[in-house]
Structures are given as structure tokens and as C-alpha cells.
């Protein structure tokens, strides 16, 4: 199918060049924009007048009429003339007049420099090259809504050819459009003198498009874009989102109701299990006092170690619950200064063993936001790692202190302690793990996992470096937010 050159009184809007364009009569039918900008003065003087009758130009040869006239023959003229552009100024200007070939239309392109119209004429041609090669459809409409081009992609979306279209009044082909947001777009374009764009669900084309309405002297310039996919990925993403808060909710239910169930058990644990255990080591010591004279040192040896394991049963217990809380309590996030929880943990630790030679190293002013009771429990945890596995060492070091690693904030403790077997420090964390034997540091191995799920509740990490015999350093970071 042949094409037909798109409008050029549409077209020539886009070029930087001042350009009029005349009918066969020599009328004034179009001035495009540049030419408004460049001559506002002159732009009222021509606007549906005779060419040769504006007193908007002075010509420089007396000739020019009649050269002007021969344009149909000769197919382009140069002239030089004067614009004026105020009450008593003139500009020197060059006139290249062209007749464009297939139209009934004469180019009139003003510049200083004689060069214009095979700059319009190339112009025109890309603008066509561009118009019928993208991805949206592309119509323009005249002053009385009747189609003067179509591309190839239009032609497509509104299932006719532009041989069908060119010509004709949309309304009178598409009487469907009226009342619709197409519709108004092309008024509010009217009334408003700038571009308006809609959205609607085409009946014509089965499918959602989106369009954009470019007013002009001539008339409009619509583009049009089938986002029927989009919707649809839209939409599917909105049926995802609602399946997904629906399972959410139910997850949520699910999760509120495992935690009744581990409330139900934490309270079991601490009231059921705990008094066979107190009357484990309640009798224990009721026959090591009363009959205590009557066994020899192994059976007094027997039941000792009963007590102990009750005793220490009971302490797994409460380390158990306590765990089990930290998933549960909310945060209370603030501002925390952690520097001053490390000094009072350590003043502490310190006035239980005031005989160690200790020597604490804390950076000032340290602040971190997070929950205060619970970071200050997962200091203690840390805090209380590092006073136990220096014990052994004359002098003893404990660090703590915070550096910035790119974009986040990492704290640490380090101490000068016995450290641990690097190989082992995908097991630090884990509930009940030991490193060392409870003939050479006592503990549960509680205090790690406690501090991960801490650290965690604060949407952050925790990990360590050490070595055997050369101390311990742990590092955690805080990503929670202040509310």
C-alpha cells in the first residue's frame, strides 16, 4: 500500500526553522511555532492574510511578486526581504519558497542563513520514516475531526486501512467513541491548548489502550498505545497481592495460634516440670541431712550429683523460657547508649571478682537504636563470654568498640582470652553447643544462641573471629529503625 505523506502543517511544529505555509492563492493558511517565537511582531500582521498584501515584509526587489508567482513553474524561489519585528525595526531575512510536490501548498521558510527548505523537505521525510516505524499508533485529525493521516500501526489497532480512513470524520466511523475518556481528551485538547492524555478500555480493539492528544492550529495529533499486556500484568499482580494478604492472615493465625500453644507449654514447663525437680533435690538433701551419717561417701557422692543435675535441669528451664521470650515481646526501639550498658556490665562483673587484673578499653559514646533491655542482654551475654575465657590470664583485656564498614555500623568485643578453633564457628551459635568442658569453664551454652536471636529480633547479623590461645572478637550489627 502506498503511503501518504503525513500532514505537513502537523509536522512542521517539530522544526526549529521559522516556516509559514501558503495556499495556491498565496494565503497565509499556517505559521508554525518556531516562526511564533522568532516573530511574534510579524506573526498578527500575517495570520490569514495575502502574502503580497502584509505589511509584515518589505521586499528588496520590486520583482518579488511576480518571481513569487512563478514558484509553479520554477518549483522554488530565493528572495531577500525585511521582517519587521517592532513598532519602528526591520530584519534583514532570506525567503526560500518552495512548492512541495502531491500538495496543493507552498513553503515559506525564513532564515538568515539561505538554507531551509531541503532541510524541511528532509525533515519531513524522518518525520515520516519515525511516525510509521514506532510502536504506537499515530492519527492526525484536522480542525473538523476528519482523519489526514494514519499509520501502519494505527491502521492495525483500528482494524481499517488509511485508504479506508483519510478523509473521514472519526465520529461518523467511530460513533462509539463519543462519551468516552477519547473523547473528552480530544475537547479538554481543544479547550486547553495542550496535550491531554486518557486511558480507556477500547470495545473496537478488544484491548485497554492509552492515548495522548497534541493540539494544534491544524488540528490534533493523537497517539495511541495498546497496554492490554500491562493491565493484565496489573491485575494478575493485584490477584497475587490479594492471594498473598489472604495467606498472610491465615499464616498470621497460624503463627498467633503456635504461640498460644508455646505459651500454654512455656507455662507448663515452669509450674509442671519444675516440681518434680524441686522435689528431686528437696529429697536429696532432706537424706543427706537425716540419713546422710548412715551412707558411705559414695551413696552421699550419688546424691550430691542428683541435686547438681536437678539444679542444673532447672537453670536449662529458665534459659529455655528465656530464649523462647525473645521471639515473642516486642521491640521498644530508641536510642540506646551502648557504651554506658558495657561499663555498668562490666563494673559488675568486676566487683564479683575484684581480685582479676582486668584492664576495659570502651569507646565513648557508642549509641545504637534498639530495644534497651534486650540489647542489654545481649551485651551481657558477650560481655560475660569474654570475662569467663580470660580468666586464666594475668592480664586480661576487654574491647569493646564500634567501626563503620561501608554503608552500615559494625560493634564488637574483643578480649585477649583463650579464643576457640576457628573450624568450629559455624557451631557457635546454636542452643547447648560448648566449645570447652564444664571442668574447664562452667557455662550452658545458652549465652550465643540467646545473643543471635537478639541480634536478629534487630534485623542484623552476628558472627566471630578467633583463634586457639589467641583471644576472641565478636562482631554484630543493627539494622531496626527508631519508630
Known sequence: MAKRPASVAQLINAIDTPILLLTSETEVSHINAAFRL???????????????????WKWDRVDAPQRLAAVDHDGRVELRAHMIVGDEGWQPVHVTVCKLPDENLTVFTVQADGVGTDQLRKSHQE???????????FYGLDRDMCFTYVNARAEILMQQSRDELLGKNIFELYPQIRDTPAYEALNRAAVEKEMVSFEMYSQLMQTWIEGRVYPSDSGYSVFIHDIGERKAAVEMAAQLNAELEQRVIERTAQLE??????????????????APLRAMDGFSLA????????????????????????????????????????????????????????????????DLQPERNVEFVIEEDVIAPGDENLLSALLQNLLHNSWKFTAKQAK?????????????????????????????????????YRLHQNDEFEGLGIGLATAQRIVLRHQGEIWADADVNHGATFYFTLKVQEA
Not at 257 to 274: G, I, K, P, W
Open 257 to 274: 495460634a503456635t504461640n498460644r500453644e508455646l505459651e500454654a507449654f512455656s507455662y507448663s514447663v515452669s509450674h509442671d516440670l519444675r
Open 38 to 56: 522568532r516573530f511574534p511582531y510579524a506573526t498578527p500582521l500575517l495570520e490569514g492574510t495575502l502574502l503580497g498584501e502584509s505589511t509584515a
Open 287 to 350: 537424706i543427706l541431712e537425716d540419713y546422710g551419717d548412715q551412707l558411705d561417701e559414695i551413696g552421699q557422692n550419688f546424691l550430691k550429683r542428683i541435686r547438681s543435675a536437678s539444679q542444673r535441669m532447672e537453670t536449662l528451664i529458665d534459659s529455655l523460657l528465656q530464649l523462647s521470650r525473645l521471639t515473642r515481646q516486642p521491640l521498644a526501639v530508641q536510642p540506646v547508649n551502648l557504651s554506658w550498658l558495657t561499663s555498668k556490665i562490666l563494673a559488675g562483673l568486676h
Open 127 to 137: 518525520m515520516i520514516d519515525v511516525v510509521e516505524n514506532i510502536s504506537d499508533g
Open 396 to 432: 586480661a583485656v576487654i574491647t569493646f568498640g564500634a567501626k563503620r564498614e561501608e554503608k552500615r555500623i559494625v560493634y564488637y568485643i574483643q578480649d585477649n582470652g583463650v579464643g576457640f578453633n576457628p573450624a568450629h564457628k559455624s557451631q557457635l551459635f546454636r542452643p547447648f
